[in-house]
């Protein structure tokens, strides 16, 4: 049996909507609040999982940096980590974490591999590589999965957005020079599906990086997506420097999926980005 915290998220409801089946519990924060340790306990103690799969994530980049979002974001993506954790290393638990391209500084002009040093920027950053670090001191088996630029037809993201947009506006201005790769909710999916009958999982804790096999700027992305929907919205390219104004972000966030591709095919970002588009419009 497998356990989803974060049911109502993003990737939550990319799971429900992808692995609708009895072999997984849908759990909210209503249901269990992941910063409570007592919570986690008597979750796990109810639900007995064979897997537990964190999906509950704080992502409000620029709302990180305030005093207010300091505190949601360590709570949600360092201290519930920590209890999530500690609690199924009790039990003997594999515990599945989802990271972000983000605990990286863009520096590099390669694809950031698995063993390359994680250097945040932020604070959004710094807290799920703080996450990360309580997965891999008190967590007993499992995964870090690292993602980049989550998108779906469900919740908010980047290519939804920009599907609206390009629909409303004449007009876009959209950073050229922010190198990316894509992860999609259905990639989430089909790789823990696969890596859940995995021993690795199983008897070790290890990192992937989960991501589109190729690389794209948002001016791409924006790109595909009008000639796709075939909008009139002009397009202007900017930097990333002029958007993002104080809070930083990483100028290169592209992942090295080789770790992920060892166990799924990694679709190119133009697949995924067409497979969403469609469902959207399909949706209208």
Known sequence: MLLVLGANGQLGQGFKN???NDRIIYVDRTECDITKQDHVAATLDRCKPTIVINCAAYTDVNKAETDEGHVACTLINTTAVEILATETAK???????ISTDYVFDGQKNTPYTTTDTPSPIN???????DGENAFLKYARYGAIIRISHLS??????IVKTFHSLLKA??????????????????DIVNFVYKLSNLNPLKNSKNIYHLGSKDACTFFDLATEIKNTIQSKTALTP????????????????????????????????KKSVHNIIQTLEEEQ
């Not at 039990?91 to 974490?97: C, T, V």
């Not at 809070?247 to 970002?269: F, G, H, M, N």
């Open 152 to 157: 779906s037809e469900f919740g908010k993201n």
């Open 18 to 20: 992808a692995w609708p």
């Open 238 to 269: 900017i930097s990333l420097e002029s958007f993002s104004g104080p809070v930083k972000r990483p100028l290169y966030s592209v992942l090295d999926t080789q770790s992920a591709q060892e166990i799924i095919d990694c679709p190119s970002w």
């Open 169 to 186: 506006l004449p007009e876009m201005k959209v950073v050229s020079d922010q190198k990316i790769c894509l992860t999609t909710t259905a």
């Open 123 to 129: 604070y959004y950053g710094q807290s799920k590589l």
């Open 91 to 97: 039990r003997n638990i594999p515990l599945i974490h």
